[in-house]
């Protein structure tokens, strides 16, 4: 019973490609967001949906795209992918308390 | 911008001792004060947070931490270190005054626990 689901779990591909990062909740929450966390394991937010409606969107190049079909999901595209993409990213849905729960994260390397 | 501050990017102890994390957080407003554990090769689950109420916090798996409005601090603690909680830990808070506002991350504190 994953409250927080990614598919796929590793990614590897090669410059240029166009891949795609599936999440998914369980939990009813409005809210969803993507992080990126960094070889250094640092963790920043990259997009936040709030009832399929992107409300934050940081500083992230336009190759990335994160499209919401319905609240319980939030897929995330990347164009054109460089080796500085080569990350762990984690979805995450967070409750009206403000805690939020993370996906098991998806390790994209990119050659 | 709020911002978190770890004190220390590694942290050993012997098992047995007392685990002592520290974070300290920057914002005119005390923040959502959130501590996350993360097991290599998985993603972060949630130890404990502090919204509202009593200062000291009790979480999962026999850790704690103590908001400090006056020290703008939310150190976390465990007094008798496993083996099992060999993993990273992060501090994350998020602004009260906003729904819904993404989490905002200190860098990590890497624990290893020797036997």
């Known amino acids: 019973d994953t409250a927080v689901s990614q598919t796929p779990k590793y990614l590897v591909t090669q410059m240029e490609n166009d891949k795609s990062i599936k999440c998914e909740q369980n939990l009813g929450h409005d809210t969803m967001y993507w992080y990126k966390q960094d070889s250094k394991k640092f963790l920043k937010i990259m997009f936040s949906?709030?009832?399929?409606?992107?409300?934050i969107n940081e500083t992230v190049p336009n190759r990335f795209s994160p499209k919401s079909p319905d609240k319980a999901h939030l897929n995330l595209h990347i164009n054109s992918l460089e080796l500085g993409d080569s990350a762990v990213y984690f979805c995450?849905?967070?409750?009206?308390?403000?805690?939020?729960?993370f996906g098991p994260g998806t390790r994209l390397t990119v050659t | 911008a709020q911002s978190v501050t770890q004190l220390g990017s590694h942290v050993s102890v012997s098992e047995g001792a007392l685990v002592l994390l520290r974070c300290n957080y920057s914002s005119s407003v005390p923040p959502y004060l959130f501590w996350y554990v993360q097991y290599p090769n998985q993603g972060l689950q949630l130890l404990l947070k502090?919204?509202?109420?009593?200062?000291l916090v009790k979480g999962i798996n026999g850790f704690e931490a103590e908001f400090k409005k006056s020290e703008t601090s939310f150190h976390l603690t465990k007094p008798s270190a496993h083996m099992s909680d060999a993993a990273e830990y992060f501090c994350a808070v998020s602004d009260r005054n906003s729904g819904n506002t993404p989490l905002v991350f200190g860098k990590g504190t890497r624990l290893s626990v020797i036997a």
């Open positions: 949906y709030n009832n399929k409606e992107l409300i």
């Open positions: 995450a849905s967070g409750t009206a308390a403000y805690e939020q729960y």
């Open positions: 502090y919204t509202t109420g009593a200062t």
